[in-house]
């Protein structure tokens, strides 16, 4: 142990054993730092959801919720709510009014408030009080509607409730499939007084529950087997398709940055090991002599590695947390929601990188130095080349390992891997045409320019394994920049400020020259009306659904349920036409639907509306963007099958903050009127994309920091052979200048290269990150093309001649002695 630690203090004070300690610290505290931000942007977005969710799960069911459900709940200290909702009539006076009503346990909501004013059409304090019992609180719509006060009491059945406030915003109110009524908010200990539920009512039952992650996935373990037809288990990012595609998008991003770091860190670790068995030739070969045994030598090698691990994993990890402190910070003053605090049992991520990077990086290089003969080190033009496909496999496969440890799946891994192998071949391909193309045009070299291409082929291995580092922190970094400006470009287009968040329902042909009046008074921007009428698929080609379908089992969501049924003249906003003839006198059918079906053009649905059988051939398919918030549907029939059926029309509206009190007035004019707001979901969306887009940014300049730092270490793996080559160049009667021009030209050379290939990999894993990861249509990144070898040539050339400016500033005898 004491020779070990002897050697530790040589190794320490000459630099080698520094190098390695500082990738090792750099590979620790870049994937820890991300690592825990990424945890606490990934906990912020629980919440958001989970705020509007009112609690971190739900059970939702159409029967009572089972006491056993509640009694394994409160076995595993999980906070319970309950809420019971319902569609009733509400009198007042003289008044009624069908009304949508939740009946709330005395601690509801668990997450999240309710917004509520003792103003009739206020903006509302936040509250996580319920009513108590004997009390009610109405929205301002309901109450214009029953023209009612706060301290009138109105009639749920038979029970007499008093009104206490006004209702602006219920959580959780946007889970019920009823809640485009008036909405009402009462105790649940008033509901068996008001004798409305009875059997054959239309109730859902929801169980709330609040707790820590591990407890909430142990309970559902518990419960998902025993759920039924009509209950369903309920997670926040489940609030919604939107929601939970947005959520999923923002997690699938932040994975990619930390796969980055991990796969940087990699590549930091692989530098350094090798810059370390190369200084250590000399030493081996000595002791060797000396009489040290392989396996002296290997218990001093583990002994140094163990150490470096555990000094560099403990600095690691304290840099890793304060920089993702620091990143907190901050994002804090960007948005108005704090991040909640890092789980620390994420710490072990970080101390897993560097055991893995140890273990793969650097001691199959270690054996491979411990092996080496004295005699063949001892020589001046020794090498250590044996195996060296295998060594590069075995780094191969540990990063893969640690991004499929880190992403918890191999989809994303496998996209990484498949490209950075692509441009691994890519690279050495272009880099030793170009290299072999560089040495046949500078025979003779005599200017800056051509020995600096001469120097690109005399030292071909080292330029192309250079070349593949230089085009791999490039690309990762055009892959970062390229998420930044069209994907949160893209979801920002898709959800603009102006987005519709209201939709109008159960509106007659009657009433919509009077509604549009209004709103154009209002300034309210609304899109077309659509008719609806329902109707039920029952048939396929004259096979039944239930024929197709026994037991209802795998049943397409397209036959399952009744449809809302339109026609149009044209296809509208946010569809477009995949193949047929959209105005043919026959079906227009969605995309996605059609597919989970196994429908195509020709065939034949026969559909029940209102008790009368009509048979239609599909001769249009077209794809929805469900997220446009514009009035969508599943079918869309010829005019002429449906105008001669009762409709009721529908409208999405944008309606902001200051005209939002002016609508509601003017819509109490209209009481059989029913009314969606969907505009706090649309604030979760935009949150959470605020949000993203300020993370990326400060993981970006994290990355490309520890980007920095590999390329430093890169370009200080070659140092030695470049001061060797720069001092005899001088020696030779060359002037500063021309050293210059050289080191210039052949850095510039390699950037460029590097650039142009990191430019065609960025824009392959683009096109699959769009496609498999966020689901989106992929585009051309034009801009990637002109940065890449412009980022390449200038990143490069300044580190390379900034990492080499000794041999233009020693004697060039000094600088021979010291090699």
């Known amino acids: 142990m004491s020779f070990t630690f002897r050697l530790m203090l040589r190794d320490i004070r000459s630099g080698d054993l520094i190098t390695l300690l500082m990738a090792l610290i750099i590979s620790v505290s870049t994937v820890t730092s991300i690592g825990l931000f990424i945890d606490r942007l990934q906990l912020s977005f629980e919440q958001e959801s989970a705020n509007l969710l009112a609690a971190d799960r739900l059970?939702?069911?159409?029967?009572?919720?089972?006491?056993?459900?509640?009694?394994?709940?409160?076995?595993?200290?999980?906070?319970?709510?309950?809420?019971?909702?319902?569609?009733?009539?509400?009198?007042?006076k003289d008044s009624l009014q069908l009304s949508q009503i939740s009946a709330v346990s005395n601690n509801y909501p668990l997450r999240g408030a309710y917004l509520v004013d003792d103003t009739l059409f206020g903006t509302g304090q936040s509250t996580t009080d319920s009513p108590k019992q004997g009390e009610v609180w109405v929205s301002s719509r309901l109450a214009s509607l029953l023209n009612i006060d706060i301290g009138d009491e109105v009639e749920v059945g038979e029970a007499k409730l008093t009104v206490s406030r006004y209702l602006v915003r219920d959580p959780g109110s946007s889970t019920s499939a009823?809640?485009?009524?008036?909405?009402?908010?009462?105790?649940?200990?008033?509901?068996?007084?008001?004798?409305?539920?009875?059997?054959?009512?239309?109730?859902?039952?929801?169980?709330?529950?609040?707790?820590?992650?591990?407890?909430?996935?142990?309970?559902?373990?518990?419960?998902?087997?025993?759920?039924?037809?009509?209950?369903?288990?309920?997670?926040?990012?489940?609030?919604?398709?939107?929601?939970?595609?947005?959520?999923?998008?923002?997690?699938?991003?932040?994975?990619?940055?930390?796969?980055?770091?991990?796969?940087?860190s990699g590549v930091a670790?692989?530098?350094?090991?090798?810059?370390?068995?190369k200084r250590h030739l000399m030493q081996v070969a000595?002791?060797?002599?000396?009489?040290?045994?392989?396996?002296?030598?290997?218990?001093?090698?583990?002994?140094?590695?163990?150490?470096?691990?555990?000094?560099?994993?403990?600095?690691?990890?304290?840099?890793?947390?304060?920089?993702?402190?620091?990143?907190?910070?901050?994002?804090?003053?960007?948005?108005?929601?704090?991040?909640?605090?890092?789980?620390?049992?994420?710490?072990?991520?970080?101390?897993?990188?560097?055991?893995?990077?140890?273990?793969?990086?650097?001691?199959?290089?270690?054996?491979?130095?411990?092996?080496?003969?004295?005699?063949?080190v001892l020589q001046p033009?020794?090498?250590?080349?044996?195996?060296?496909?295998?060594?590069?496999?075995?780094?191969?496969?540990?990063?893969?390992?640690?991004?499929?440890?880190?992403?918890?799946?191999?989809?994303?891994?496998?996209?990484?891997?498949?490209?950075?192998?692509?441009?691994?071949?890519?690279?050495?391909?272009?880099?030793?045409?170009?290299?072999?193309?560089?040495?046949?045009?500078?025979?003779?070299?005599?200017?800056?320019?051509?020995?600096?291409?001469?120097?690109?082929?005399?030292?071909?291995?080292?330029?192309?394994?250079?070349?593949?580092?230089?085009?791999?922190?490039?690309?990762l970094t055009l892959i970062l920049i390229g998420i930044k400006s069209s994907l949160i470009a893209d979801w920002?287009?898709?959800?603009?400020?102006?987005?519709?968040?209201?939709?109008?329902?159960?509106?007659?042909?009657?009433?919509?020259?009077?509604?549009?009046?209004?709103?154009?008074?209002?300034?309210?921007?609304?899109?077309?009306?659509?008719?609806?009428?329902?109707?039920?698929?029952?048939?396929?080609?004259?096979?039944?659904?239930?024929?197709?379908?026994?037991?209802?089992?795998?049943?397409?969501?397209?036959?399952?349920?009744?449809?809302?049924?339109?026609?149009?003249?044209?296809?509208?906003?946010?569809?477009?036409?995949?193949?047929?003839?959209?105005?043919?006198?026959?079906?227009?059918?969605?995309?996605?639907?059609?597919?989970?079906?196994?429908?195509?053009?020709?065939?034949?649905?026969?559909?029940?509306?209102?008790?009368?059988?009509?048979?239609?051939?599909?001769?249009?398919?077209?794809?929805?963007?469900?997220?446009?918030?514009q009035p969508n549907f599943y079918l869309i029939l010829p005019k002429s099958v449906l105008e001669d059926y009762p409709a009721n029309f529908v409208s999405s509206l944008f309606i902001s903050d200051d005209s939002a009190q002016p609508f509601y007035r003017v819509m109490s004019k209209f009481p059989t009127v029913s009314i969606l707001n969907v505009g706090d979901i649309l604030k979760q969306i935009q949150t959470i994309i605020g949000q993203l887009s300020q993370a990326i940014q400060l993981v970006l300049l994290c990355i490309l920091s520890a980007g920095a730092l590999v390329l430093l270490a890169s370009v200080r793996s070659t140092l030695e052979e470049r001061l060797e080559e720069g001092a005899l160049l001088r020696v030779l009667g060359a002037k500063s200048s021309l050293v210059r021009q050289a080191l210039f030209v052949e850095f510039g050379a390699l950037g460029f290269f590097s650039g142009l290939i990191a430019a065609i990999g960025a824009e392959g894993c683009l096109y699959g990150l769009q496609v498999f990861i966020f689901n989106t249509e992929p585009s051309f990144h034009l801009s990637l093309w002109l940065f890449g070898p412009l980022i390449g040539v200038c990143v490069i050339s300044t580190i390379g001649i900034f990492a080499s400016r000794t041999v233009l500033k020693v004697p060039p005898m000094l600088l021979l002695r010291g090699l």
């Open 59 to 92: 059970i939702r069911s159409d029967e009572l919720i089972s006491d056993d459900w509640k009694l394994e709940a409160q076995n595993l200290s999980l906070e319970q709510a309950e809420r019971t909702s319902f569609t009733t009539m509400m009198f007042a």
């Open 178 to 264: 009823f809640a485009i009524s008036p909405r009402a908010v009462m105790n649940i200990e008033d509901l068996a007084a008001t004798n409305v539920i009875i059997p054959g009512s239309r109730v859902r039952y929801s169980l709330l529950l609040a707790g820590g992650r591990d407890t909430l996935a142990e309970y559902e373990a518990w419960v998902k087997p025993q759920l039924e037809d009509g209950q369903r288990w309920q997670t926040p990012a489940q609030r919604g398709e939107r929601i939970g595609d947005t959520i999923g998008r923002a997690e699938s991003f932040l994975l990619l940055a930390g796969t980055l770091a991990v796969v940087m």
């Open 269 to 277: 670790m692989a530098l350094a090991s090798a810059r370390f068995v």
């Open 286 to 376: 000595i002791l060797k002599t000396l009489g040290a045994t392989p396996k002296l030598l290997t218990r001093v090698f583990a002994q140094q590695l163990f150490a470096l691990l555990i000094v560099g994993a403990l600095i690691g990890l304290g840099i890793g947390w304060g920089i993702q402190e620091i990143i907190a910070s901050l994002l804090s003053s960007l948005v108005s929601s704090s991040l909640p605090e890092p789980s620390v049992d994420r710490l072990w991520l970080g101390a897993a990188t560097g055991f893995i990077s140890m273990l793969v990086f650097c001691l199959p290089l270690m054996m491979r130095l411990i092996k080496i003969s004295p005699l063949s």
């Open 381 to 475: 033009n020794a090498k250590i080349e044996q195996n060296t496909v295998f060594v590069y496999l075995i780094g191969f496969v540990g990063m893969y390992g640690l991004m499929c440890l880190y992403t918890n799946g191999f989809l994303l891994p496998s996209i990484m891997t498949v490209v950075i192998a692509g441009i691994s071949l890519l690279v050495a391909g272009i880099g030793w045409l170009a290299f072999r193309l560089g040495r046949s045009l500078t025979s003779g070299a005599t200017s800056g320019w051509q020995i600096g291409l001469a120097s690109l082929y005399r030292r071909l291995v080292p330029n192309l394994f250079q070349l593949l580092v230089f085009t791999l922190i490039i690309m």
């Open 492 to 629: 920002q287009q898709q959800l603009p400020e102006d987005a519709p968040n209201h939709y109008l329902f159960n509106v007659q042909a009657s009433q919509i020259e009077q509604i549009n009046d209004e709103t154009t008074k209002l300034n309210i921007q609304k899109s077309d009306w659509f008719p609806m009428v329902r109707g039920r698929v029952t048939a396929v080609n004259e096979d039944t659904v239930q024929d197709l379908y026994p037991e209802e089992r795998g049943e397409p969501e397209l036959f399952e349920r009744e449809l809302n049924l339109t026609w149009s003249d044209t296809i509208g906003e946010g569809n477009e036409l995949v193949s047929g003839d959209f105005s043919a006198e026959g079906l227009s059918v969605e995309q996605e639907s059609a597919k989970e079906a196994k429908l195509s053009l020709g065939d034949e649905l026969t559909i029940n509306i209102g008790g009368n059988i009509v048979t239609l051939p599909i001769t249009s398919i077209r794809t929805v963007d469900w997220g446009s918030m």
